[in-house]
């Protein structure tokens, strides 16, 4: 399953499907990015992050691909579990604005077993 | 288990209260940093703190008072809010204001009548 587009905050897939989660960032200038992953009553919590002079980065069951000709960051997670259920929302940062990180809207993952 | 904790988890306070969020990370950070998060909405930057002084006011009312009497302690207070503040109020740390990657608390869930 795929989230499209700015602003589709929900995404439901199959458990042990792969679901791809996008996001449109707005600085050209980010210098730095984060995947963070929130579940229900808890803060967000890190997942992958990916400097700007790359274009993948791979962690555990989880890829994020960087397009900074586009503009666009997304979250690949392989074989999707129920305990992925959460909302993702990804950070761009820019060394330029004292290092601050600007959030996106988030999208809501849910794995139907 | 993020190494940041949150008190209260939740709050219901009427507009003329005066109460306290109160945050403490165990990880050694030297920044710490107050978000207020609507549903619907991106994480919202309040106030960042870097070696317990305030560096950062990202433009909120001044019903909200933070302070920082040192680098694992970070409190909000709070004096004559509206229902418009009502939201889920998170504090983060991380190593220096200039490290990307930030710790989340649980949160504190705030209810104005």
């Known amino acids: 399953g795929e989230s499209v587009g700015l602003h589709l905050p929900t995404l439901s897939v199959q458990e042990g499907d792969n679901s791809i989660i996008n996001c449109a960032y707005s600085?050209?200038?980010?210098?730095?990015f984060i995947w963070y992953k929130q579940e229900s009553g808890k803060g967000p919590q890190f997942i992958i992050d990916?400097?700007?002079?790359?274009d993948k980065r791979q962690g555990q069951r989880v890829t994020v691909l960087l397009n900074k000709t586009v503009k666009h960051l997304s979250l690949q997670i392989a074989a999707t579990q129920p305990g992925d259920s959460a909302v993702y929302f990804c950070?761009?940062?820019?060394?330029?604005?004292?290092?601050?990180?600007?959030f996106g809207d988030g999208t809501t993952l849910t794995v139907k077993p | 288990e993020t190494g940041v904790t949150q008190t209260p988890r939740h709050l219901v306070m009427g507009m003329t209260n005066k109460k306290s969020l109160k945050c403490e990370q165990h990880?050694?950070?030297?920044?710490m940093y107050w978000y207020k998060q609507s549903a619907k909405k991106p994480l919202e930057l309040m106030f960042v703190?870097?070696?317990?002084?305030?560096?950062e006011n990202n433009s909120v009312p001044s019903r909200f008072s933070p302070e920082c009497p040192n680098s694992s302690h970070l409190f909000l207070h709070l004096h004559t809010l509206q229902p418009e503040d009502s939201a889920l109020y998170l504090c983060?740390?991380?190593?220096?204001?200039?490290?990307?990657?930030?710790?989340f608390g649980p949160g504190t869930r705030l209810t104005v009548l």
């Open positions: 983060a740390s991380s190593r220096g204001q200039g490290f990307n990657e930030q710790f």
């Open positions: 600085n050209s200038a980010s210098d730095y």
């Open positions: 990916i400097r700007s002079n790359m």
């Open positions: 950070a761009e940062i820019s060394n330029t604005n004292a290092g601050k990180s600007t």
């Open positions: 990880l050694g950070h030297n920044a």
């Open positions: 703190y870097s070696l317990e002084e305030r560096v």
